[in-house]
């Protein structure tokens, strides 16, 4: 299945200002269970490796991998951290290259189909005693009405995929093969004009030639949608009315 927001340099920026806010969340996560340093760790959808960054300082890991199907994305990966070692694998084909004391993934079941046997497959390819953590969105909250328009039309273009923006709330509720150590969803409130500067530029790239978008949203509907998101970016505005209910499952493999 391919990235439904696409593998240009600005979606990698989009994903380097998302990975500002939701990096150091995900650290302390990380930090909370494992207590390193770890001997491989793995970043499973890594993109522009703005995760597999977070991770290698989370987890001070010997070696770390990272693994995405976009070339564009990897290129970017290896020319930002030369010393990493990141393939092109695609994360649903079990056995992976190689096995890790850790592995993390965010933002990456809710592009892919079969989400829990995913997560379950992924556990098996941990080395005995290794860990896997997991976040995915599980909900956002808001009644900001030009966000509640965006949302939207963004979980009808993946569910026309196959997959599921809030798979945090599947995940949540699954049984799992190995022992879940925890799972459980947090509350994270983000700045309007932040929240807008993640969602604008989908607007003005992938919305102009998606077709489940263009079948949807009028030209004039997405022009709107588009110029109200630019509208508050580029405010001063301190207000937050949107929120991020994040799921986070932690899964160790049993020995
Ligand atoms: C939303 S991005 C998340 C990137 C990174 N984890 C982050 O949070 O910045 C999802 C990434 O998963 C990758 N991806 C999607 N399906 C994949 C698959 N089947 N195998 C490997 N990578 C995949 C995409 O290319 C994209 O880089």
Not at 61 to 71: A, K, N, P, V, W
Request: aromatic share 12%; with cysteine; glycine share 6%.
């Amino acid at each position: 299945m391919r990235y439904t927001f696409g593998t240009s340099e600005k979606a990698a920026d989009r994903l380097k200002q998302i990975g500002a806010f939701f990096n150091p969340v995900a650290s302390a996560l990380i930090k909370r269970f494992f207590h390193g340093p770890a001997g491989i760790a793995l970043d499973l959808g890594c993109g522009p490796g703005f995760t597999t960054h977070m991770l290698e300082q989370s987890t001070l890991c010997r070696r770390i991998y990272g693994f995405d199907l976009s070339d564009d994305f990897l290129k970017l990966a290896r020319k930002r951290f030369p010393t990493y070692h990141f393939f092109k694998h695609d994360v649903t084909v079990v056995p992976f290259p190689v096995r890790a004391d850790i592995i993390y993934a965010r933002f990456l079941l809710s592009h892919l189909k079969n989400a829990v046997s995913t997560v379950d497959n992924w556990a098996g390819e941990l080395n005995n005693g290794g860990i896997l953590f997991v976040e995915e969105v599980e909900d956002i909250f808001t009644d900001v009405g030009v966000f509640k328009d965006y949302l939207h039309a963004n979980c009808g273009l993946i569910d026309s995929q196959g997959a599921e923006l809030f798979i945090g709330k599947t995940l949540g509720k699954a049984a799992y093969k190995n022992y879940v150590m925890h799972n459980e969803s947090v509350l994270l409130p983000v700045l309007n004009r932040q929240a807008a500067d993640w969602f604008y530029p989908n607007t003005i790239t992938i919305w102009e030639s998606e077709d489940f978008i263009r079948n949807t949203l009028t030209p004039s509907k997405r022009k709107k949608i588009s110029a109200e998101l630019k509208k508050i970016m580029t405010g001063k505005n301190h207000k937050s009315d949107i929120t991020w209910k994040m799921r986070r499952v932690v899964i160790r493999k049993e020995t």
